[in-house]
């Protein structure tokens, strides 16, 4: 599977987009020095613009409203983004994954009722549920007390929780497909028993199942950190800034990790007068999602050739 993988030119190219966009966050602050704020621009010392400015202002990607540089937020925000999504996916999947054997096989009585509540989380939407249980958290992140770690920690389970049913579902819709096999039926006959078949045959067959489910699962975290973001719901929570002039003074809600959801929803209102600071983000998003989509053909790609 490994080797088959790594024949994909699909799978090879989504990974490097992915690999250079974290290798660049990481490596980025010691090549390149954050630049400084500009909230107002000067020409012949005269004041011409007040942050944001475009990106022909401020090559390349211009700054947001408190005249911070796009491109440096970005590439700074992708390690906490990506990673955030890996490492939901990554626990998602490993915890359905038990979940799936346990209901797989030894909940048989019970597996009508399970099923009915697991399928109907399919409908759910995840936006709206996410935002019900982490907004009194982030709204009241003042007034409890909780610090930006455990904020964040505790968003990340959530985020993790909300995922596991749907994925239950599917994972052990596979799993039983894969005990019907009759090669399975011939073990148990022989005495095997089921830890055994599970870790022996089961498990190894779900490995590129699994693979895929991951990649999928990072498409669909980061759209649903995008959603958050618009609705001022960010990981780690923000912090409020004050803005504008003595005639117009506005609170913006700033996300205190640095994720990409965080600058779209703390600039959304710019999108009709400066969309830049929102489409940019958008793209970032965009062709993270796209790098992903790459990976999930190549392994699709490894899978059937496998199969065939």
């Excluded at 030119?9 to 630049?35: N, V, W």
């Excluded at 890996?86 to 799936?100: K, Q």
């Excluded at 895929?212 to 800034?241: K, M, R, Y």
């Excluded at 003074?249 to 600071?277: A, Q, R, T």
């Amino acid at each position: 599977m490994s080797l088959k993988l790594l024949k994909q030119p699909q799978f090879l190219i989504g990974s490097f987009i992915m690999g250079a966009m974290i290798l660049i966050s990481f490596t980025l602050h010691h090549f390149y020095s954050a630049p400084e704020q500009v909230p107002y621009l000067y020409k012949d010392g005269e004041l011409v613009g007040v942050a944001p400015f475009t990106p022909s202002q401020v090559p390349p990607f211009g700054t947001d409203r408190f005249g911070r540089n796009l491109l440096f937020l970005l590439f700074d925000g992708a390690k906490y983004t990506i990673l955030i999504a890996f490492g939901i996916a990554i626990i998602r999947v490993a915890v359905s994954g038990i979940f799936s054997i346990f209901y797989n096989h030894y909940s048989k009585k019970l597996r009508p009722v399970f099923e009915d509540i697991f399928e109907s989380t399919l409908f759910v939407p995840t936006s709206i549920l996410a935002y019900i249980l982490i907004a009194p958290l982030v709204f009241q992140q003042v007034d409890s007390g909780k610090s930006f770690t455990e904020i964040l920690v505790i968003q990340c389970i959530i985020l993790v929780l909300i995922g596991v049913p749907p994925l239950v579902s599917t994972l052990s819709k596979d799993m039983s497909s894969i005990m019907k096999k009759e090669y399975i039926s011939s073990t148990f006959t022989l005495g095997a028993k089921p830890g055994y078949v599970y870790r022996r045959h089961v498990l190894p067959e779900m490995a590129s199942r699994f693979l895929l489910v991951v990649a999928q699962q990072i498409i669909s975290v980061l759209l649903l950190l995008a959603h958050l973001g618009v609705l001022l719901v960010f990981l780690g929570g923000g912090q409020t800034f004050t803005t504008g002039d003595i005639f117009n003074v506005s609170d913006v809600l700033v996300s205190m990790s640095g994720e990409w959801s965080g600058l779209i929803g703390s600039n959304y209102k710019e999108v009709m007068l400066k969309p830049h600071i929102v489409l940019i983000p958008l793209g970032f998003f965009g062709l993270t999602i796209f790098a992903m989509n790459l990976v999930i053909n190549g392994i699709q790609n490894s899978i059937k050739s496998e199969r065939s």
